[in-house]
Each structure stands twice: as C-alpha cells, then as structure tokens.
C-alpha cells in the first residue's frame, strides 16, 4: 500500500512539471463587427386568429452595413406557408422587408419559422411567428 502511495505522488509530481505554461501576453486585437442588417423584429406572436383565414406577417430590416445587400433566398418552414420579399438590392441605410403568408387551416397553437439567407451574412438568419389558429364556431 505504501509502494501504491509513493508511486500516485511521484505521477501526480511528474505531471504537474507538464501543465505549468508561462502565461504570454498576446497582441492580438479584438474585431467587433456588427451585423449588416437589423431586424425590426425576428420573432412574431400573433396571438390568437380565426381559422380559414391567410395570416399575413411582415419582417422589416434595415441595411446598416456600407455594402448593398440581396436576398438570396427565403425558404418557409413547411407548406402551409408562403414567402415574398424585397427582390432588388437593399442600400445601405435603407430598408427591406420579408413577408410570410400563413394558412391559418388547422385549429390549435403553432410556430413557425422563415430562412432567410442573404448577400451579407454566411449564415441564414431564422425568423419565426407563433399564435393559436381558433376554430370556426
């Protein structure tokens, strides 16, 4: 037992002499970007709507890079919804829009979501609507 002891000291000492780095300073700079376009709103609740009746939801953006932006596409979460968008380049400082039509034919509580992929961003940015579809009495 005492052989066992001395041995886990003496590994535990060995590594120790391994894992003491000298800490660097690094001169590396931090880049902070902002992202090229600002959503009014990425995320919806409707609340609740009658049954039968086209929801329409419209996502507003603004370009706040230096560049023009263009939607590339947009892709509905499932077929129960349809898409339009801002088809030309969006200058800077100017606004854009995506607009997403839900058929409101089931009854019950729903999210649903909208891809949007862009000219300025590699990754495509998710917006979503909620709400309750109420039955027809």
Known sequence: MKTLKITLLGLTLGLMSFSIHPVQKSNT??????????????????????????????????????????????????????????????????????????NAANPGQFTKTVTVTTSAEETPKVLTFKGTVVAKS
């Not at 902070?32 to 995320?43: C, D, I, N, Q």
């Not at 023009?68 to 800077?92: E, H, Q, R, W």
């Open 29 to 102: 700079v931090k880049v902070v970007t902002t992202a090229p376009l600002t959503w009014k709103s990425e995320s919806i609740d409707l609340g609740e709507i009658p049954q039968g009746t086209p929801k329409v939801i419209e996502y507003e953006f603004k370009n706040t890079s230096a560049k023009p932006v263009l939607i590339t596409n947009v892709k509905p979460g499932c077929g129960c919804t349809n898409a339009d968008y801002t088809k030309d380049s969006i200058a800077p400082g100017k606004t854009g829009y995506v607009k997403a039509t839900f």
